[in-house]
Each structure stands twice: as C-alpha cells, then as structure tokens.
C-alpha cells in the first residue's frame, strides 16, 4: 500500500516495512497474457523475453510472470525513488526498509545503491516519489 509521509508517521505496529526503490505492482492478474497467448515457457527462466503493456502516451508497464501460476503482475512504468527522502523516512515509525528489485540488471541494482550511499541526486531515469510526499487528494 502506498502512502503519504503523513500517513506512515500515524502508524503502530511491530515489523514495519517500507519499500523505499522499485517499479511498484499496479495490477495483478490471474490470468496471464503472455500465457494466454502461448509465449510462455513451462519453467520460469528459460527465456530472457521482457514483456510490457503499452499505453495509448507510449508509457511502457513491465510484466513479471509466474509461470507455474499463469498470473502476472503489471509494474509502474517509473520505479518510486525516495534516496532524497532518507532523513525523513530514518524519523518514520518504521523497522526496515527495502529495494524491490524485480526487472533490473546488475549494473542498475549498483547505481541505485549508490543513490542511497553517496546521497545522489543525480538519477539517469525517469522515476516518481509516489503518493509519499503529497499523499492522495
């Protein structure tokens, strides 16, 4: 679930996490199309194809399969990046943070902790700050 700063600061509980890097899920399916249309392989992996959905603007979703399943997940076109954040986030009521990491290479998943380390501001992708700083209106 995604929410404001605001909101975080409001919450009580043990073990709380908050993903603070990645291409968020925005729709899951039961029915997956790359099944449906017979491009999948029997055992995940065998295959280095990326699928995407793609708007009516050209904005690319990736789509990440589970193949024993026939489910999919479309992920956010721009991954959430709160390396800006920290100082705010480190002050939350919350236990951990976490990368999720889904459709990256390695050469990414090493500049984005970068991002985070060396206190960057300096992203070579498009990205978005989700509904942390403004919330829902």
């Known amino acids: 679930v995604e929410m404001s700063a605001k909101e975080v600061e409001s919450m009580r509980g043990k073990n709380l996490e908050m993903i603070i890097y990645g291409h968020l899920p ?38 990440i399969t589970d193949c ?7 992920l956010n076109d721009k991954p959430i990046v709160l390396a800006t954040k920290m100082n705010q986030i480190q002050a939350l009521p919350i236990d951990r943070m976490r990368f999720m990491f889904t459709i990256e290479d390695s050469k990414r998943i090493k500049e984005v902790i970068n991002w985070y380390t060396d206190n960057t501001t300096d992203y070579k992708i498009e990205h978005t700050s989700g509904y942390f700083t403004n919330g829902v209106e």
């Open 26 to 63: 925005i729709m899951i399916s039961e029915q997956c199309l790359v099944g449906r249309y017979g491009h999948c392989v029997t055992t995940c992996g065998e295959t280095n194809e990326t699928y995407k959905l793609v708007d009516s603007k050209g904005s690319q979703y990736p789509i």
């Open 68 to 74: 024993n399943l026939c489910r999919m997940q479309v």
